[in-house]
Every structure is written in structure tokens, then in C-alpha cells.
């Protein structure tokens, strides 16, 4: 069993940055591949960044070059750095684990049935 904490959320006008955490239990961390994932109201929940034990990242057309996500094995937490943001990207952020490792490529990772632990969600909200 893996269980996932967010934080970091917040209220933040628009052009601004938050950094979520998310700490995860368990031994086996640095070999998890971990993802983020988001939920705005009335929409399905969508991909946003993934990340391999590795450091190997992908991410969302939509957040590439604003938003980083990055790992520190040794504290079990990924990170995501989100900067210039919008009000688009108001939402409900969760941390996923996939701790049964697959294929490592774009339409694997941004699958969300492919990831075993979810944490609670963080809200994230931008205004105008």
C-alpha cells in the first residue's frame, strides 16, 4: 500500500508560481514512476507531467516550458513547479504513483488508469 500526500495549493493571481509536494510511503520511491494529474470542474481528469525514477520527464503540451516536475528520492517527495500561470489552470492537482512500471513513452504516462495510488488533491486556483 502507497499513500500519497499533497501540498502546496493555493490561491495565486494569474502570472504567478506555486510549487506542489506530494510525499509518498514506502520503500521502493526511487523506483516508482510518479505523475501529476488534474480535475477542473465539469471536465474529465487530464495529464499534466510524469516523471521516471531515472529523472526522465514528459509533459502535457499544454504546461511544456511552465511547468516542472522533479523528484528527490531520498525525501520520497516529486515536485511540481508551476510558473506563469492562468486561470485555465485552475483545478483539483493530484499525485499519482505507478508502482507496477510499464512502457516509459507519452501515451503510457498520460494514461491515469496506468497509475496504482492516487493522493487527495491539492486545489490550485487562478485569478484574473
Known amino acids: 500500500q502507497v499513500q500519497l500526500v499533497e501540498s502546496g495549493g493555493g490561491l495565486v493571481q494569474a502570472g504567478g508560481s506555486l510549487r506542489l509536494s506530494c510525499v509518498a510511503s514506502?520503500?521502493?520511491?526511487?523506483?516508482?514512476?510518479m505523475g501529476w494529474f488534474r480535475q477542473a470542474p465539469g471536465k474529465e481528469r487530464e495529464f499534466v507531467a510524469a516523471i521516471r525514477w531515472s529523472g526522465g520527464t514528459y509533459y502535457a503540451d499544454s504546461v511544456k516550458g511552465l511547468f516542472t516536475i522533479s523528484r528527490d528520492n531520498a525525501k520520497n517527495t516529486v515536485y511540481l513547479e508551476m510558473n506563469s500561470l492562468k486561470p485555465e489552470d485552475t483545478a483539483v492537482y493530484y499525485c499519482a504513483a505507478r508502482i507496477i512500471v510499464g512502457s516509459w513513452n507519452s501515451d503510457s504516462v498520460s494514461q491515469s488508469n496506468n497509475y496504482q495510488y492516487w493522493g487527495q488533491g491539492t486545489q490550485v486556483t487562478v485569478s484574473s
Open positions: 514506502g520503500r521502493s520511491f526511487s523506483t516508482y514512476q
